[in-house]
């Protein structure tokens, strides 16, 4: 069964031949009023405008069936109707004009077949059957050759300019499939940009949260346990424990307006901490100061002066670092760890040491995507990340990104 596009295509080929049919013989009978015009064969014009209107019924249905009854039926019978003297005007080549040019333009028909054909079909129609075989036989007078030669050019042309607009449909097609699938593919990129940067706004948020609320939840439990003897651990706690709070919070504004910039909104009137950068390289000793704050012992061998280094890689090496001592406080009942950051031309190395062991219970519930986001951020800058014991039974977190 057809589809519905080829049923709706015969539909509208068979209104346009019915309408050509139509004008065809209403302007017949319109010009037959005319005192000048008295045709010898008025059937020849009949006979012409019903394969005219037969071949655009089947231009696209079935041209090459169209194509063939034409070129077989339409010369024999236009031969006997005009008795057999020839092509009695121009106009009545015109429907092996238009089937030549249907068949080769629907793709049906290979374009140097239906010129050769067309052109034998249209010399039937110009010199008759009685005549052309007279000529072919050595009788008869010399036919019209500039007259028949335009016939030819006529009847080759119109093959082959359905083959060019053939080609260029066939263009036209595979640009438009070529744009759909472009407009796809650049559908499924934003939807993976989109996943991209939700991945990313989750790992900056979780980063920055999880180690200032849990360095506080630290320092908070460790005032409770020795508060009792020790009353002074719970005044220190809270003066620790407010401007890491204040701390906390402008980290994660900082993020939120970074995001916010970039979907091109400016800062709300309300937010009162000024935007600052993301952390660098520069912020690596900070962030190991707050760790001690929290009760964490740490050895720290880092270079002097600090190396020059690209703004997403200072930004790794800082939140992996974070994440790893982070993790140090709450997995761990060492109480200290190592951190230690070389340089060389190529590369920066970040090593975070935790002699272990690990608590049976972790000092915050829940389990999180740390060593995940530390492992993104180090492929984010082209680098490598690995976690997991040593020989010596320590854990080690290893960051290496180029420079």
Excluded: K
Aim: glycine share 8%; with cysteine; hydrophobic share 50%.
């Amino acid at each position: 069964m057809s589809s519905p596009t080829a049923r709706r295509a015969a539909g509208q080929d068979l209104a346009v031949a019915a309408a050509v049919l139509l004008l065809w013989f209403v302007g017949m009978r319109l010009t037959a009023d005319l005192t000048h015009w008295r045709p010898l064969w008025i059937d020849a014009y009949r006979w012409a405008g019903c394969w005219l209107a037969l071949a655009l019924a089947l231009r696209r249905s079935a041209p090459r069936l169209g194509f063939w009854l034409t070129m077989g039926i339409y010369p024999v019978g236009y031969s006997f109707i005009v008795d057999r003297s020839g092509l009695w005007t121009d106009l009545h080549a015109l429907p092996l004009f238009v089937a030549a040019f249907t068949v080769t333009h629907a793709g049906a028909l290979s374009p140097l077949l239906a010129a050769g054909v067309t052109v034998a079909a249209t010399l039937v129609l110009d010199l008759g059957i009685d005549r052309l075989t007279a000529f072919a036989g050595g009788v008869g007078g010399m036919p019209d050759l500039s007259h028949a030669v335009l016939l030819v050019l006529l009847a080759a042309g119109s093959p082959a300019l359905g083959a060019a607009f053939h080609r260029l449909d066939e263009s036209a097609r595979a640009l438009t499939q070529r744009n759909a699938e472009l407009r796809a593919m650049q559908e499924l990129r934003a939807r993976e940009a989109v996943q991209v940067e939700r991945t990313r706004i989750a790992r900056e948020l979780h980063d920055v949260l999880a180690h200032h609320v849990s360095a506080i939840v630290v320092r908070a439990q460790a005032a409770e346990r020795v508060g009792p003897r020790h009353p002074e651990a719970y005044r220190e706690a809270v003066e620790w424990i407010a401007p890491a709070g204040r701390e906390a919070l402008a980290s994660m504004r900082a993020v939120v307006r970074v995001l916010r910039a970039q979907e091109g909104s400016g800062p709300a009137p309300h937010d009162l901490v000024p935007l600052e950068p993301l952390p660098g390289l520069d912020e690596l000793a900070t962030t190991i100061d707050r760790v001690r704050g929290a009760g964490l012992e740490i050895e720290a061998d880092l270079p002097a002066p600090l190396p020059a280094a690209p703004a997403q890689v200072g930004l790794a090496v800082v939140r992996v670092a974070q994440e790893s001592l982070t993790n140090v406080l709450i997995h761990s009942q060492a109480g200290q760890a190592e951190v230690r950051l070389v340089c060389s031309d190529r590369a920066l190395t970040l090593e975070v040491s935790d002699p272990g062991p690990p608590r049976e219970t972790p000092t915050t519930p829940g389990g999180g995507h740390g060593i995940v986001h530390m492992r993104e951020r180090a492929a984010a800058c082209g680098g490598h990340l690995s976690a997991g014991p040593t020989d010596e039974g320590h854990w080690l977190v290893r960051l290496e990104v180029p420079l």
